[in-house]
């Protein structure tokens, strides 16, 4: 089951978030929305292929695991960063942060799903 319908069934979800995360020279963004509709817009230039024996490119084969079966649109920006450690790291804490945000309770949208669809 698609996390988005999950968190939405039984209790309002915020259903928006975001982060901006720095550490030393680097800067992440992070901005996400829980939409039923899977999207990843990754705007990442690592500067080193691998940290340590990790390869940098399972970042964003994370992430597009995350999308297509939460079905979650996600933004994810390094803004800045010279060192492969901190770009990686600053990315995955403001994707932690982002999301504690989005699927936090809302009691106002209690069983609901918002969305502007059909009403505007």
Not at 56 to 85: K, M, P, Y
Not at 86 to 111: C, N, Y
Request: aromatic share 8%.
């Amino acid at each position: 089951m698609a996390i988005a319908k999950a968190v939405g069934d039984k209790k309002g979800l915020t259903r928006y978030g975001h982060a901006y995360v720095p550490l030393d020279e680097a800067l992440s963004r992070v901005v996400m929305d829980f939409s039923g509709r899977p999207g990843l817009i990754m705007n990442v230039d690592f500067v080193r292929s691998h940290v340590g024996t990790f390869d940098v490119d399972l970042t964003s084969e994370f992430f597009h695991g995350f999308v297509n079966h939460g079905l979650v649109t996600l933004h994810i920006d390094n803004l800045r960063g010279a060192n492969a450690h901190h770009q990686v790291e600053t990315i995955f804490k403001a994707f932690g942060r982002a999301l504690r945000v989005a699927v936090s309770e809302d009691p106002r949208m209690s069983g609901v799903m918002p969305s502007t669809k059909g009403t505007l």
